[in-house]
């Protein structure tokens, strides 16, 4: 088997390694999941929950280890602990909901009396589950979760290029001795993700467009459900008459968080003539007083680059930017010191739709910001975009700022604030719009219905209906 280095995001060095599976090991580890899926869903509810939440309370104890590991993957502590409580909170929320989303009551049909009928659920045999790098863990698990309690079995592929955590985390799953071969974790780069692909009865990925679309490709062949959670260009919207301190605030708490390497990060600003330099003044002022984290991954406001690449990607939309007029207030390209890459808040004025800082995904702590003088022009701006995954509004009040929202072309958009969609986990859903992704809501309890076909069982307890009926239906 191939093996895939593994860079240190703090110091640059290739200091890990992983398996690059092939299509036999993912065959292996499949018919295993199939096998032991089988009790799995017929165990039903309880023996599932039971089990799940026996993780959960092993990853309670036990998940230093796997906070640590997670922490090399990602530079960054805080958040890496935080990744491991929002596991535990899935696995204890899908769980409380599963009863209410999965019952099945009889009733009878209300055209025909004395059919009485019931929906069951079975669960597609083995969902794969492929994630990104930017949150390796929770990526991994917020749809295997519901899978999971649905009555699937999972085999998850998290990112090549943060796998440290897989081993110290297969330790907690073996822990609980139903969950054998119900959670597998596999590791290895595109080939191992196609051999999921192609071998399960259902995919949830979550990535990029460009390989979103190859999976989509990929499932139609085999002709299984996929379902896509991709990336976005987040766009917030600053109308006249909005407080411009309080919009400052939270358009930069949500474009430099994680240092902006998350999905609905803002990553394009508009904002009213009337209030454009003033926010832009509050954005360099607020940023500029953020600082970068230590070596522990700790303190601080951001941490270096996880992915190298990236950063290259983010310095290669700058300069494009101002070879095309942008000028840089703040921040700047990528800087190398041991081994780590940096880049700072950066924010940007000048820009327009000529450039692909405006267009194309960031994934990086980059503030553009664009003028506009009314709310048609703002509006035709935010919706040129290929993405619709989230935005933001911020108006005078609450209905102003609401009533424009409505014409976002985006599955989430939060008013008056950033990346509201975040606090409705089990309560609300969002779909993505446009190339964001497809496939249903992975928000709200009811995302347990994406892993289940449905039965219709339905019982007569009347007469049969005579052969005559043959003579009647005739054309
Ligand atoms: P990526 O698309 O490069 O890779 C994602 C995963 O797909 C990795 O595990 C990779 O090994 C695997 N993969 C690559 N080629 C494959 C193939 N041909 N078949 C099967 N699997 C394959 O994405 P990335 O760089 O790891 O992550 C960043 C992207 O993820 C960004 O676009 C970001 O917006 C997106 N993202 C979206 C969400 C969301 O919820 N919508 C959340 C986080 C990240």
Redesign the pocket.
């Known amino acids: 088997m191939t093996s895939i280095a593994v860079r240190n995001p703090r110091t640059g060095e290739l200091d890990y390694q992983i398996d690059d599976m092939d299509a036999a090991h993912i065959g292996a580890f499949v018919s295993a999941a199939r096998e032991a899926q089988h009790a799995w869903a017929q165990g039903g509810l309880a023996h599932r929950t039971k089990a799940l939440l026996a993780w959960a309370d092993e990853l309670e104890k036990n998940g230093a280890e796997v906070v640590a590991a997670l922490s090399v993957d990602t530079a960054r502590h805080r958040i890496s602990a935080e990744e491991l409580g929002a596991v535990i909170h899935f696995i204890h929320g899908f769980c409380e909901h599963a009863p209410t989303v999965l019952a099945t009551p009889f009733r009878k049909l209300e055209a025909h009396p004395d059919v009485v009928f019931k929906v069951t659920y079975a669960a597609y045999p083995v969902v794969g589950v492929?994630?990104?790098?930017?949150?390796p863990l929770v990526?991994s698990f917020i749809d295997a979760i519901p899978a999971l309690v649905a009555g699937a079995a999972v085999i998850i592929?998290?990112?090549?290029?943060t796998p440290r955590f897989i081993e110290p985390l297969r330790r907690t799953i073996e822990a609980v001795p139903a969950l054998a071969n119900i959670i597998t974790l596999v590791t290895?780069?595109?080939q191992?993700?196609?051999a999921?692909?192609a071998q399960s009865d259902a995919v949830v990925?979550?990535?990029?467009?460009?390989?979103?679309q190859?999976?989509a490709t990929?499932a139609a062949q085999a002709f299984i459900p996929a379902f896509l959670?991709?990336?976005?260009k987040d766009a917030a919207v600053v109308l006249a008459g909005a407080d411009v301190v309080r919009a400052a605030t939270s358009i930069l708490r949500s474009a430099l968080y994680n240092s902006g390497q998350?999905?609905?990060a803002i990553e394009r600003v508009y904002a009213h003539d009337s209030l454009h330099d003033a926010l832009v003044e509050e954005l360099r002022t607020q940023a500029a007083a953020l600082k970068r984290s230590n070596a522990a991954g700790d303190g601080g406001h951001y941490g270096p680059m996880i992915?190298e690449r990236?950063a290259a990607i983010i310095d290669a939309q700058l300069d494009d930017a101002v070879s095309k007029g942008a000028s840089i207030v703040l921040g700047g390209k990528s800087e190398r010191i041991n081994g780590a890459v940096w880049i700072d808040p950066t924010v940007v004025t000048n820009v327009d739709h000529t450039m692909t800082l405006m267009t194309e995904?960031t994934?990086g702590p980059i503030v553009p910001v664009m003028r506009f003088n009314d709310d048609a022009e703002a509006e035709r701006l935010m919706n040129d975009s290929m993405f619709g995954?989230s935005g933001a509004v911020f108006g005078p009040d609450t209905h102003t700022a609401g009533d424009f929202a409505t014409k976002m072309e985006a599955g989430g958009v939060s008013i008056n604030d950033t990346e509201l969609p975040r606090v409705m986990m089990f309560d609300g859903e969002k779909t993505?719009f446009k190339k964001?992704?497809m496939g249903g809501s992975r928000y709200g309890a009811t995302s347990i219905m994406r892993y289940v076909r449905k039965r219709a069982l339905l019982a007569n307890e009347g007469a049969v209906a005579s052969l005559e009926k043959l003579a009647e239906s005739e054309i």
């Open positions: 492929i994630s990104p790098w930017n949150f990526l592929k998290p990112s090549e290029v290895g780069g595109a191992t993700g196609a999921i692909v990925f979550t990535g990029s467009v460009p390989t979103g190859k999976i990929a959670e991709l990336g976005g998350v999905c609905y992915f990236q995904e994934f995954l993505a964001s992704g």
